[in-house]
């Protein structure tokens, strides 16, 4: 089974369901061409990330290119704190977001992955493990934001502890937003887990 929250023409959704589903600051930080087993080159880039800044850059030097396929591979648990703020894959961009068994943690209110456009993969169709977590924190937005563009969720991912019961802010696991431009918003949850993720919303 997946399930699919598509938006081209309402607000805001928001998805806090529990459980499982059936189914740098281097400025010289560019990433890596990956290559084939041929040898040939392909189009992807890969950024390996070991910190919040490196993550951050990663994100940041995406958001500069025209087009392209990107993937950023954690070799570390990373924190992303204060400053980091929304992290977003842009129009004609698709990136791959792979944990290889770490943990996302974030320490911010305001920190959120999503897509303003563009196609965001976590984890992919090989099961790689990754786990996003806001234990212990106030938070005003949820963990990702579709606005506009494409968030594709695979089996070993874990969306887990954005709990904003008994506030007046966005939270949840993932909020699927009206965008502007003739693109719709698409949460394509193919399996994983979202747990621990509430809200209470006025709007």
Not at 75 to 88: C, D, F, K, Q, R
Not at 162 to 175: A, E, I, L, P, R
């Amino acid at each position: 089974m997946v399930f699919t929250l598509t938006l081209s023409a309402i607000s805001l959704a928001i998805v806090y369901a529990q459980g499982n589903t059936s189914t740098k600051e281097n400025t010289e930080f560019q990433g890596e061409t990956v290559e084939e087993n041929d040898g040939n080159k392909d189009t992807s880039t890969t950024f390996p990330v070991s910190s919040s800044d490196e993550m951050k850059t990663a994100f940041d030097t995406i958001n500069t290119a025209a087009s392209g396929d990107y993937t950023i591979s954690l070799n570390a648990n990373i924190t992303l704190g204060v400053g980091v703020g929304s992290l977003s894959i842009p129009q004609d961009c698709t990136v791959t977001l792979l944990g290889n068994g770490h943990t996302i943690n974030f320490a911010s209110s305001s920190v959120a992955l999503g897509t303003t456009g563009g196609i965001l993969n976590l984890g992919n169709e090989d099961k790689n493990k990754l786990t996003i977590d806001a234990s212990g924190i106030y938070r005003s937005s949820s963990l990702f934001a579709v606005v506009g563009g494409t968030v594709n969720m695979y089996e070993g991912v874990a969306l887990t502890v954005n709990d904003n019961t008994n506030k007046t802010t966005h939270g949840g696991g993932v909020s699927v937003e009206n965008a502007t431009g003739s693109y719709d918003s698409v949460f394509n949850m193919y399996s994983g887990v979202i747990s621990g993720c509430t809200v209470s919303y006025t709007h």
